[in-house]
Structures are given as C-alpha cells and as structure tokens.
C-alpha cells in the first residue's frame, strides 16, 4: 500500500546551522507533497509545498526539492533559529484522492542555541 | 478570521462506550477532512467530507463514521471505543474537496481507560 518514510526521527543542530529531512514514497501516482511543522501541543501548520511538476521550491530561508524518478523529497532549513524547534511531518498525496495525505513518521528537530 | 475549531479539547471515555467530535472549518472552506494522530506518529487519514457526503476513506473500521452538515461543519462518531482508539483526533478543511493546503485545527484528545 502507499508508504511515506522520513528520516531521520530526531535531529539536533546548532543555530545557524542547516537541517535536511528526507522522505521517499511508494505510490509514483503521488504529485502533492506538503511538509507540516507541529510544535509540542498544537495543530500541524504547513510551512511549504510542491507539485510533482516542479523541482524545487523556495520560500525565504525553507526549500523543498524533488525527485520523482527516485521518488525522494527533501525539507532544507537554512540559517536554524531555536524557534524551529518543532517536530516535522512530510506528506504525500494523489489528486483524485481527495483530502487523503499519506504523512512520515515525523522528525523532531532540535535548534540548539 | 477563526482557524478550525473543535471541540471537546480533551475527553475520556471507557471501552465500548460511543464518542462524537466535532470541527467548524476555517472560514470560506467547504471540505471536512478527519486524521488520527497516535503518539510520536504522523497523523493519519480517516476519512473527508464534502457536499455532506463522505468522497474518501481511509483503512478504519465502520466503527468510525461521519457527518457534514450544510453549514460545512462536521463530526467525526466512534462506537465500542477500544483501548487502541486513544489518540489525537485531527480536523483539517480545505475548499473544493481538494487534497492541497488542508488547514489543521488543534484537535481532541481522546483517552479511553
């Protein structure tokens, strides 16, 4: 069935150092991947997203970058604050499956000041 | 401009009791979808809602149902409510039964003893 795995589960940087997350997914139907922050106790926000027809994706110091042949997807955080400490989810998803986001496992990254 | 609501916060049930939440979706959403998040897991789908009608489902058993009424709000029932059923519960709506950009609430926490 479909699968999304992420790695690593925790990862801890210094602050201003940068943070990759890296999931793959099963279903090369797949053309949806969003990443979700969830800090302790609250709602997943998501922070960025991408469609299979496009690469990468930048959005000030977040990238998301793409590759469908080897059905990889990557979160890059530059230049880490502490308030980046959260746990972070990947997602994957169909078009014609609605609102059904297959999500990783989670990472817990830790910004160490 | 009020995110998704739900409601109850927090809730304790026993075994083989019946629980309903319930989720306002953020406003100018039309579309309801339910995700079960366990502890240290990514959340995962249940099922979405839109036009009142339920369009996808995930792997969870009948005992999980739903509703959506005209004011696009809906709720999410458990029946004979097992030990293994003690998670978060998560809304997240969107607009036009699409699987992108579903905006979370902060969810329910259901224990059942």
């Known amino acids: 069935g479909e699968n999304v795995e992420q790695h690593p589960s925790t990862l801890s940087v210094q602050e201003g150092d940068s943070a990759v997350i890296k999931c793959t997914y099963s279903d090369s139907a797949s053309n949806y991947f969003p990443w979700y922050k969830q800090e302790l106790g609250k709602r997943p926000q998501l922070i960025i997203d991408i469609r299979s027809n496009v690469g990468e994706k930048k959005d000030q110091r977040i990238a998301v970058t793409l590759n469908k042949t080897a059905k990889h997807f990557s979160l890059h955080i530059t230049e880490t604050q502490p308030e980046d400490s959260a746990v972070y989810f990947c997602a994957a998803s169909i078009d014609n499956q609605g609102g059904k986001l297959i999500f990783g496992q989670g990472t817990e990254l830790s910004v160490k000041p | 401009d009020a995110g998704v609501t739900q409601s109850p916060t927090h809730l304790i049930k026993t075994r083989g009791q019946q629980v309903t939440l319930r989720c306002s979706p953020k406003s100018g959403h039309d579309t309801v979808s339910w995700y079960q998040q366990a502890l240290g897991q990514g959340p995962q789908f249940i099922f979405q809602?839109?036009?009142?009608?339920?369009?996808q489902r995930g792997n969870f058993p009948d005992r999980f149902s739903g509703h959506q009424f005209p004011n696009y709000s809906s709720e999410l029932n458990v029946n004979a409510l097992l030990l293994g059923d003690s998670a978060l519960y998560l809304c997240?709506?969107?607009?036009?039964?699409?699987?992108?950009?579903?905006?979370f609430g902060s969810g329910t926490q259901l224990s059942v003893l």
């Open positions: 809602y839109y036009e009142e009608e339920e369009r």
């Open positions: 997240a709506s969107s607009w036009g039964a699409t699987n992108e950009k579903l905006f």
